[in-house]
Every structure is written in structure tokens, then in C-alpha cells.
């Protein structure tokens, strides 16, 4: 029985390998709704007939471009993945603020898709009301 200190291992702990999933399901929580939910609130608004604001024109375009290029937006995330994967397992603290920006990114994101939804609608109840 030695004592001498063993190198730590190379394989990732339950934690890291949850913390490195964070982009994965952050990367989907933000395409999916992207792709479904955001066409029919644009339907809606066009049938309305209504000015938007910037931030919704902001979010139907990424929409937009999301499902017309999907062939590329496709591979994007899986490379940023990809990199989050190769380039934050290798060092703890890395992996640890990859996934504290990956988490803001993805809370402004959010912030700003519900702010760009749900802003014209005083204007679609204004129109109701008349």
C-alpha cells in the first residue's frame, strides 16, 4: 500500500458530464420553439395586421433563418457542442464557465424571445376591442 498521490482520472464525473449537457439541452430548448412555436404567433400577428416592434420583427427573423437554414444551423450547434465537450472536459473551471455563459446566454435569449412575443399584444387587444 502505497501513499504516493494518483493522478486524477480521465474520465468525467456524473457532474461533469451533467454540466456538459447544459448546451446540448439549451441549444434545443431555444431551436425547438424557435422552429414550432414562433410561426404561429407570426401567423396571428399578421392576420391581426399590426405594427410590431422591433424586438418581435428581431425574434421572427432569427425564426426565420433558423428554419430556412436549418442545414446549416444544424451543424453550428452540434459544433458548438462539440467544442463546449473537447475544449471543457479537459479543464474544470473552463467546463464550469462554458456553462455559466452557456446559462446566460441562454436566459437572455429567452428574455428576449418572450419580450419580442408577447409585446404587441396590447396592440392585438386594442384591435380586439374595437
Partial sequence: ???APTAPSACPTVLERA???VPVFLLLTLFLPAC???PKFERMFREMEC?????TTLVLSISHILTSFWYVAAPAAVG???VFFSWGCKRR???WCL???ALVAFLIA???GMAGLYLPFPHIMEKIGE
Fill in 1 to 3: 500500500m502505497s501513499d
Fill in 19 to 21: 454540466v456538459a449537457s
Fill in 36 to 38: 414550432l412555436v414562433v
Fill in 51 to 55: 405594427n410590431l416592434p422591433l424586438t
Fill in 80 to 82: 458548438v457542442v462539440w
Fill in 93 to 95: 473551471a473552463r467546463m
Fill in 99 to 101: 456553462a455559466a455563459f
Fill in 110 to 112: 429567452v428574455g428576449i
